[in-house]
């Protein structure tokens, strides 16, 4: 008797040819974990030992952070936060409007204390407008623009994302790559599980890309509110990528089965540490 190999689900991102040596490849998730979370150590020390386990040894976060793939960004990217310096003439005339990015730091390669002691200038005071300027390098992926905007009607005014200083602010980038899955299968877009190393957030989304064979593009906003100015290198997280199968569910609402919880505890009590993982995880397949 010959049993039939299982054959495994691929997904596949595609990417016009010339650019497939310059940009970086999506990869497995577990290979780019959050930096915290790979740094972290398994093991408090100095505590006991049965109580001395971190993040690191949860198996729900683990799962998280390597379930599907990361699709890495593309080129580096220039991100600034300002608000504008209102500079005032002995009329109190506005004679200028300045952007300031921190520290003291002016775009026109003053400071303010310069501003200050300026015989031609009154005063000046940070209570402009606020900016958020963002681009990429001058690089031709073939894709077009790579950032481009929504409206904020596209989302409305009930809409959360207006709890961000620059909420309204609906960007979009431009995805170099196109995802395809087998019969069935479809992705979940999203943010990097439990990466917290910037303010970009995404607005998650399922596609269907067994049937849609073309680039996925990422609506996102800037949740960040504080002056700074900088470049988010080449490389780092941005999309993750969750495949998964298509079926029907139910949804069921009952009484909790006291019994097999009472059995899930006591054989929870065998164990000092890992419990979770020893007794109820399953290996995830590659």
Not at 174 to 180: L, Q
Not at 194 to 213: A, M, P, R
């Amino acid at each position: 008797m010959f049993f039939k190999k299982k054959e495994k689900a691929i997904i596949s991102f595609h990417a016009k040819e010339e650019i497939l040596k310059v940009i970086p490849h999506p990869v497995p998730a577990a290979k780019l974990m959050p930096e915290w979370f790979r740094k972290l150590k398994p093991m408090i020390k100095s505590q006991d030992q049965t109580q001395a386990g971190t993040v690191k040894r949860c198996m729900p976060v683990l799962d998280a952070v390597t379930q599907g793939y990361i699709i890495p960004l593309w080129a580096d990217f220039h991100v600034r936060v300002t608000t504008a310096v209102n500079v005032y003439g002995e009329d109190d005339e506005l004679l200028a409007e300045i952007d300031y990015i921190g520290d003291e730091q002016l775009l026109v390669g003053t400071t303010m204390l310069e501003l200050e002691n300026n015989p031609l200038i009154a005063r000046a005071t940070r209570d402009g407008s606020r900016g958020l300027f963002m681009k990429f390098p001058e690089v031709d992926l073939g894709t077009g623009e790579l950032l481009s905007g929504h409206h904020w009607d596209q989302v409305g005014n009930a809409c959360d994302l207006k709890r961000f200083k620059f909420g309204k602010q609906l960007t979009k980038f431009t995805n170099p790559w196109v995802i395809k899955t087998p019969k069935g299968w479809s992705v979940q877009i999203k943010n990097p599980s439990n990466n917290f190393s910037n303010d970009i957030q995404i607005l998650e989304g399922v596609v269907d890309t067994d049937e849609y064979y073309n680039e996925i593009n990422f609506p996102f906003v800037w949740s960040g509110d504080e002056d700074m100015e900088l470049i988010i290198p080449q490389g780092t997280p941005l999309i993750h990528v969750i495949p998964f199968k298509r079926i029907e569910t139910e949804l069921e609402v009952g009484v909790t089965d006291e019994k097999l919880k009472a059995l899930t505890t006591h054989k929870m009590f065998t164990k000092h540490i890992d419990r979770y993982k020893s007794l109820f995880w399953n290996k995830r397949k590659k």
